[in-house]
Each structure stands twice: as C-alpha cells, then as structure tokens.
C-alpha cells in the first residue's frame, strides 16, 4: 500500500474510531436504581402493561401460573438494575421472552415499578422447611426422574431453576398430583402396536408419519405410525402423585424449600 493509501486509511479509522467514542459518550447510562419507583402515575401505566403482556404466565396479582410469583423477587436479593436486563432481554433458553422488542424502557422500568408495589418483605418472602432435608428426600424419590445440576434422570424436566420458575403453590400442586399442562418434550404418550403391546414415554417429536418418544428406561425411540395400532396422548402425568400417605406436609416443606434454592440463572438477574 502507498503512503498516501495508508494515510488515508489511518485517517478514516481515525474518524471511524472518533464518531465511536463521541457516540458512546453521548448514550446515557442505565439506570441501576428504578426511575419510577413511587411514582403513581407510572405505577398505573405498568398496571396496565402488566396485564397485557406478563399476567397469563405471572397472574393479574403477580403471584405466579406458570412464571414464578413475582413479588418476593427483591425479597431473594435481585437487584433493580438485573431484572430490568431480565425483563427487557429475557432469558435464553427458558421460558421467559424478551420484551424489549415491543416495549420501551420506560415502560420496563414502570412495569417494574408497579410489581415493587406488590413486593413482600424477606422474612414474608421465606419458605418453611429444612432445604438441606429437602434436598435428601429429592434425591431419593425425584432425582430418578429429573435432572438439577447436571444430577439425575432425564425421563421429567430438568428442575436446575425451578426455584425462579415456579411459586410455591405450584410446586406443591404438582408434587400432590395437580396437572397444570406439561411442558413441551414432556407430554405423557402411548404407543399401542398392532400386537396390542403398550410402550410409555414422553413425546419428544410428532410430524404426520411418526413419533418418537423416551420411554421409561430413558430410551429413544421411533415409530411409524403406520406400524402402530394407536397414539394416545395421556391424561395422566408421568409423574407419580406424592399424597400426604407419601411426603408429609413437613417432607413437603423440606423438599419445596430445596426447590426453591435452584436458581440457574442467578448471575443474570442480579
């Protein structure tokens, strides 16, 4: 390259590199406190753009469905500045979706404003029960099934933040046998060959020609619908109902408190 070639090089990535800086310079900071928090009329707009867009998995009283209960959030330690990047990027590979791309931050910042209002102190936010028991008991009668931490089966979903996925009152539903809905990749299924024998797993893939589940024995496998008798979609869930015949309230208590430490994506949202 020539001299003047590389000078004039030198002088657009001057340029490039200056613009860059000016730029930076120029874009404000986030926040790491809430601009809003305590201001009635941006906690009624969050009101509203709660209920549009967070309350099917959270509930209108941000007490949790199929998201977690949200007002013990501050009560675990998360930060202002870590659930706005929660709530406005999401979170890859869970079930929570960014929002960013069809709000703005202001309204992230007020929606957040508004759930701080329903937010319940640490010592309310608590879950009775012995975690260190709970954790015993889970993997005596759970781990078989399902995975925390890079421990356990793979047959029932894998429950490494369970504890931020889901509010008590789920978690103890769906130990004593409530069906709320099963997850995608976990459907209960049946198989019925020709010869009448019966084959039961979870349905990982379905098109108009076959499924494949995991069997019982965390098998993969594939069938042809043609070489099939019948695919029932079950009612009843994989899992076991645990009764109080079977875990205590107390053991109940125990293994829920250990639920709720499983919290897989902790440095995120701090």
Not at 145 to 151: A, D, E, K, L, Q
Request: proline share 4%; charged share 25%; aromatic share 6%.
């Amino acid at each position: 390259m020539s001299h003047l070639g590389s000078a004039m090089l030198g002088a657009l990535l001057g340029t490039v590199i200056g613009t860059a800086a000016t730029v930076a310079a120029q874009t404000p900071a986030a926040p790491t406190k809430n601009p809003y928090e305590g201001n009635t009329e941006a906690i009624q707009a969050g009101l509203g753009v709660f209920r549009s867009k967070c309350a099917d998995c959270h509930g209108v009283d941000a007490r949790g469905v199929r998201g977690p209960d949200l007002t013990q959030i501050w009560a675990s330690g998360r930060t202002d500045a870590g659930l706005f990047r929660t709530v406005r990027h999401g979170i890859s590979g869970t079930e929570m979706p960014a929002i960013g791309y069809r709000s703005t931050d202001d309204e992230v910042w007020k929606v957040l404003a508004y759930i701080r209002t329903l937010a319940v102190s640490a010592a309310v936010g608590e879950v009775a029960g012995d975690a260190v028991r709970g954790e015993q008991l889970f993997r005596a009668q759970c781990a078989g099934c399902h995975r925390v931490n890079g421990r356990g089966g793979r047959l029932g979903p894998d429950l490494s933040r369970i504890g931020v996925a889901r509010p008590r009152a789920a978690m103890a539903r769906r130990i004593r046998g409530g069906v709320e809905g099963f997850q995608e990749g976990y459907e209960p299924v049946t198989l019925t060959q020709k010869s009448g024998q019966t084959i039961r797993g979870v349905k990982k893939n379905e098109d108009l020609f076959s499924v494949q589940l995991m069997d019982t024995r965390e098998r993969i496998q594939g069938y042809l619908k043609a070489d099939l008798r019948e695919v029932t979609a079950d009612a009843e869930s994989a899992m076991p109902a645990f009764g109080p015949e079977r875990l205590s309230e107390s053991d109940l208590n125990d293994v829920i408190a250990f639920l709720s430490t499983l919290r897989g994506f902790e440095a995120i949202v701090k």
